[in-house]
């Protein structure tokens, strides 16, 4: 059962770079989230899409964007990145966007911006 | 707009002994809450979550959690706790009921002493 896979696990990146982290899963939910968690501060939801095709700001938008080509994936792109960005990212997916659902989570990426 | 609030960042519970982490929820309408935890490492695992009904609501591991609308709580109970509860708690609310994403509190860490 692989459930949420998220890569890269852990990455080391200059700033000003490129940088998309991936996400994939297999259980044909239709909604999908990224959140990146930080020390004290919980998790903030970054972006968030309720279906294929379609996505959504959620509370910390700023300096990355997502796109929705498929159910499966749902990468998380940063143009140009910069320390604050610093943190490790989740990604999770829930089987509607209708609220009642059990959000299931990846493992996490940790991204070092220098 | 909908928020969470976790007023204890830290807590050191003795093993066996009962463990209650608060929450405080803003919400206009019924709000849909849920208790998440995460172990060091670790993606977030659902505990337990409230919709509608029986406002005392039994999860996994022994948790349970209790709704009050009178005083905007669904603190997280255990009756006796185990080392291996150790980790970080989250409680969380959906960001609306027409359906994206769920707004979490900061955590609370739990630590368990011998």
């Known amino acids: 059962i692989a459930g949420i896979t998220q890569a890269p696990t852990s990455q080391i990146l200059a700033a000003g770079r490129r940088m998309t982290l991936r996400c994939t899963q297999d259980?044909?939910?239709?909604?999908m989230y990224w959140y990146r968690q930080d020390l004290g501060l919980g998790l903030r939801l970054i972006h968030y899409s309720n279906t294929a095709g379609t996505t959504g700001k959620g509370e910390v938008p700023d300096g990355y964007s997502v796109s929705r080509a498929n159910t499966d994936d749902f990468p998380l792109t940063l143009a140009s990145a910069v320390p604050s960005q610093t943190s490790v990212y989740f990604c999770a997916s829930s089987e509607t966007s209708g609220g009642t659902g059990e959000l299931f989570f990846g493992e996490g990426s940790r991204l070092t911006v220098l | 707009a909908q928020s969470v609030t976790q007023p204890d960042i830290h807590i050191t519970v003795s093993e066996g002994a009962s463990l209650e982490l608060r929450c405080n929820y803003s919400?206009?309408?019924?709000?849909?809450l849920f208790w998440y935890v995460q172990s060091p490492g670790q993606g977030l695992q659902l505990l337990l979550k409230?919709?509608?009904?029986?406002?005392l609501v039994q999860g996994i591991k022994g948790f349970e959690a209790e709704f009050k609308r009178s005083q905007s709580s669904f603190n997280l109970r255990k009756p006796s706790v185990h080392w291996s509860d150790a980790a970080e708690y989250f409680c969380?609310?959906?960001?609306?009921?027409?359906?994206?994403?769920?707004?979490f509190g900061k955590g609370t860490t739990l630590s368990v002493s011998s």
């Open positions: 259980m044909r939910h239709n909604a």
């Open positions: 919400y206009g309408a019924t709000p849909y």
């Open positions: 409230y919709f509608s009904g029986d406002t």
């Open positions: 969380a609310v959906v960001q609306n009921q027409a359906g994206t994403a769920l707004i």
